[in-house]
């Protein structure tokens, strides 16, 4: 499935998704994972820090689901598909490329953030991320569902 282009725009903005997989007892679990690519062919890869839930959940069903929303915009979307794992040593070198650059920007709008308010953060977490995650989750898209209101799509 093609992702529009105004999609891949959107979520390249968000920058992190809700990613939902289902346990061996139908029970959900979300969690928020990064954005490190997004393939207008349908696939996106999304890093995963913890190697626990979702990825014990990925191992067992492949069903997943994803969502980015614009809570000032009333915009957002779901995709739904089949993921998979991607283990660190399969990882193309453009994905590592963007996961490094996304964390640095996170690091540099933080600090930025932190000396605009005068407010001085205890710790920078995302300085302490792995240069190369263990492992990424590459979502084949099967539905994107727009999330906004029916009435605001039409204007878009």
Same mark, same amino acid.
């Given at each position: 499935?093609?992702?529009?282009?105004?999609?891949?725009?959107?979520?390249?903005?968000?920058?992190?998704?809700?990613?939902?997989?289902?346990?061996?007892?139908?029970?959900?679990?979300?969690? @928020?994972?990064?954005? @490190?690519?997004?393939?207008?062919?349908?696939?996106?890869?999304?890093?995963?820090?913890?190697?626990?839930?979702?990825?014990?959940?990925?191992?067992?069903?492949?069903?997943?689901?994803?969502?980015?929303?614009?809570?000032?915009?009333?915009?957002?979307?779901?995709?739904?598909?089949?993921?998979?794992? @991607?283990?660190?040593?399969?990882?193309?070198?453009?994905?590592?490329?963007?996961?490094?650059?996304?964390?640095?920007?996170?690091?540099?709008?933080?600090?930025?953030?932190? @000396?605009?308010?005068?407010?001085?953060?205890?710790?920078?977490?995302?300085?302490?991320?792995?240069?190369?995650?263990?492992?990424?989750?590459?979502?084949?898209?099967?539905?994107?569902?727009?999330?906004?209101?029916?009435?605001?799509?039409?204007?878009?």
């Amino acid at each position: 499935m093609q992702i529009p282009d105004n999609v891949i725009y959107f979520l390249e903005k968000q920058g992190v998704v809700i990613v939902s997989t289902m346990d061996e007892k139908g029970n959900i679990h979300c969690s @928020v994972k990064g954005i @490190v690519g997004i393939e207008k062919q349908g696939r996106v890869f999304v890093v995963d820090l913890y190697l626990h839930k979702t990825f014990e959940n990925l191992k067992q069903n492949p069903r997943v689901s994803i969502t980015a929303v614009d809570e000032h915009k009333f915009e957002g979307y779901t995709m739904q598909g089949k993921g998979k794992v @991607v283990l660190s040593e399969k990882i193309k070198g453009s994905l590592a490329l963007n996961w490094e650059k996304r964390t640095i920007e996170r690091i540099s709008r933080r600090v930025l953030k932190s @000396v605009q308010s005068g407010v001085k953060s205890k710790s920078h977490f995302e300085a302490e991320l792995p240069a190369v995650p263990a492992y990424l989750i590459e979502i084949d898209a099967e539905k994107i569902i727009d999330l906004s209101p029916p009435c605001m799509r039409e204007s878009r």
